[in-house]
């Protein structure tokens, strides 16, 4: 974990530890343990059904024999950045100062590489705390293209995430990602014009709008998170990293055919970059 007497810099130890140089400066409350349970389980529910707000996720707690009310409820779920979805008038707002964008990818077919790149955020928990995962997913391939952890919700997390993507594999002519305040903040939005990338964002609480991503959540969620019960940052850090790096090579989609995600993202590039 971070030391702050250490004679490497605060941010060469974030960035040992692959998360976000903002979050070593901030001091979080402390989460208490049962409130850490009451987390993991919600975000089980929510995964499994994603149409469930903060009243249904309470009935379903208290029909485990889980007491809890609605309002704190509500408060976890914000606390996780997660919320219910489903379809609803367009009067919700990304943070103050922060501009939205259409929706870009409907009845679009995504025929190659690099047309179409999506982010999202989700929750991890840990065995006495939690952090928060972003990825960079290319929705032809499938292939995850850059991924970052964070304790905090900050946009500099989504930021590094991008700024990675774009070093090591070119750019995208679309990206796609939620309203969130961490996408829609100015300095993730300018990143992208100065690339003359194309914006595309969700619907609000649109989750088939991000429905690859989604699925991607789903996989290192059942296939790795939930199976572990990570005791540091670093720990979380290792074994996501060691499945997102058999999810990229090792693990066949039937979308390609049973080809892996780096298979089916490498084979259809142009022959010049693959060449690079």
């Not at 960035?15 to 140089?21: D, V, Y």
């Not at 922060?98 to 679009?108: K, M, T």
């Amino acid at each position: 974990m971070i030391d702050r007497s250490h004679e490497l810099p605060l941010s060469g130890q974030a960035k040992a530890l692959g998360i976000s140089r903002g979050s070593v400066y901030y001091l979080a409350r402390p989460t208490s343990d049962a409130d850490l349970v009451l987390m993991r389980r919600i975000d089980e529910l929510h995964l499994e059904h994603p149409f469930a707000g903060s009243r249904m996720l309470r009935d379903m707690l208290r029909a485990e024999g889980r007491e809890i009310g609605r309002r704190h409820a509500s408060t976890l779920m914000k606390k996780m950045g997660v919320e219910a979805i489903y379809r609803r008038p367009s009067t919700s707002k990304p943070a103050p100062g922060h501009g939205i964008y259409p929706y870009l990818l409907r009845n679009l077919a995504v025929t190659r590489p690099n047309q179409v790149w999506a982010a999202d955020i989700t929750y991890v928990p840990m065995a006495r705390g939690f952090v928060y995962l972003v990825a960079v997913v290319d929705l032809f391939s499938r292939k995850l293209l850059a991924w970052r952890l964070s304790i905090t919700l900050s946009a500099d997390f989504c930021v590094e995430a991008l700024e990675e993507a774009l070093a090591r594999h070119g750019k995208p002519e679309i990206f796609n990602t939620d309203q969130g305040s961490q996408f829609t903040s100015q300095v993730f939005i300018e990143r992208l014009k100065s690339e003359r990338i194309a914006i595309s964002m969700d619907g609000r609480g649109r989750w088939v709008d991000n429905v690859f991503v989604e699925r991607l959540w789903r996989s290192v969620k059942y296939e790795e998170i939930y199976l572990r019960a990570y005791e540091t940052v670093s720990q979380a850090r290792a074994g996501i990293s060691r499945y997102l790096t058999f999810f990229n090579t090792g693990r066949p989609h039937t979308a390609h055919g049973g080809k892996t995600p780096d298979s089916a993202y490498y084979a259809s590039l142009p022959a010049v970059q693959q060449a690079a």
